[in-house]
């Protein structure tokens, strides 16, 4: 854990190592706090949370990562969903409660604990963190009667996210519903320290040599500014509101002959000289919401692929042909079929 803390302590730079250096005073100091960490898609939050978890768990401290999506959980390390780990209901209410009993062995956690993190939590109605709140101050407060009037009775949280992405899901709610469901309509808000994140790393600014690429440094501004609802948009017929925005020239991957054998040229330039190139490799990706466009792409790339092709198969059902299908079903669940734990099985039998 040491050494993987070290690895991505490396890689902070100055507004994350300002906020890692105030969240390890605080937790170190036994102080309290409401932090949110507030920046745009690509600033790596994540990371940041990553390396937050390595250092205190590497110092044996007991340190709760959650998120608002099962997605969001997976990125990290020994994450859980927030309704998962602090049973929160799934019907909110502004006098909910989470569902965490006194004297059981969660509620032992939570007083072992000594710091919470919370990604995408701009997703969560403000119900939920009220809910939280409450039901740390019952129950740490059991042992410690001053805990009761503390915020989430003394222990620091750490919640994170980008309001320019998805809000609370209120349904058939309209704009008004939607905000005031937001974490920043909470009374919680005003005790909040808020830290900003505004270097995009995901596409990075600098060239090789250190220089500033003025074409990336737009396009990252382009995307902020989408976010901010700075970019004029129109509406069409039947639309209740504008909602189209036009792509500027320079960031559209110009027709060719062949769309796909284009973009795969434009993203991935000498692939045949550099396929085996782990970080060229890991820099560049091709998004697409369709999955017909995806499976274009990829047959496209595998054809470009150099060298012998070898087949994995995977299978998420136990073969119904056994005489103890029915209980092999329940000791192999779809979840572990198509866990990573399986298929290593696999490849070592």
Not at 278 to 294: H, Q, V
Request: net charge neutral; hydrophobic share 35%; proline share 4%.
């Amino acid at each position: 854990m040491k050494t993987l803390h070290d690895n991505l302590f490396r890689s902070l730079n100055p507004e994350q190592l300002a906020l890692y250096e105030r969240l390890f005073e605080t937790v170190t100091n036994k102080e309290g706090g409401l932090y949110f960490l507030y920046g745009p898609g690509g600033t790596v939050k994540t990371f940041l949370y990553n390396t937050i978890l390595t250092k205190l768990r590497s110092e044996k401290m007991i340190v709760l990562a959650v998120a608002s999506s099962g997605i969001a959980s997976l990125l990290l390390l020994e994450g859980r969903t927030a309704h998962n780990r602090f049973v929160i209901p799934l019907e909110l209410m502004e006098n909910s409660t989470c569902g965490i009993k006194q004297k059981t062995h969660l509620a032992a956690l939570m007083h072992e604990a000594r710091l919470i993190i919370w990604d995408k939590a701009p997703m969560t109605q403000r119900y939920a963190f009220e809910a939280l709140d409450k039901t740390l101050r019952d129950i740490l407060g059991s042992k410690k009667e001053a805990n009761r009037t503390k915020l989430f009775a003394g222990m620091p949280i750490l919640i994170g996210g980008d309001f320019r992405q998805i809000l609370p899901v209120i349904p058939k709610g309209k704009r008004q519903e939607v905000v005031n469901a937001c974490i920043n309509r909470s009374e919680l808000w005003k005790f909040c320290h808020l830290h900003t994140l505004s270097r995009i790393m995901r596409v990075n600014e600098y060239t090789l040599s250190g220089q500033i690429d003025s074409r990336k440094c737009a396009f990252n501004k382009w995307v902020l500014d989408v976010g901010d609802g700075n970019v004029p948009a129109s509406s069409k017929e039947g639309d209740d509101e504008p909602s189209w925005i036009k792509i500027p020239e320079e960031f559209i991957v110009k027709n060719g002959i062949n769309p796909i054998e284009t973009i795969v040229d434009t993203i991935f330039p000498e692939f045949h000289l550099r396929q085996d190139d782990e970080d060229y490799l890991r820099e560049r990706a091709i998004l697409t919401p369709g999955n017909d466009d995806a499976d274009a792409i990829n047959k496209h790339m595998f054809k470009k692929l150099q060298g012998e092709t070898m087949t994995f198969k995977s299978s998420d059902e136990i073969c119904k042909g056994y005489t103890d299908c029915i209980e092999q079903q329940q000791s192999y669940p779809v979840e572990y079929l198509t866990s990573s734990i399986f298929r290593v099985c696999l490849l070592t039998n």
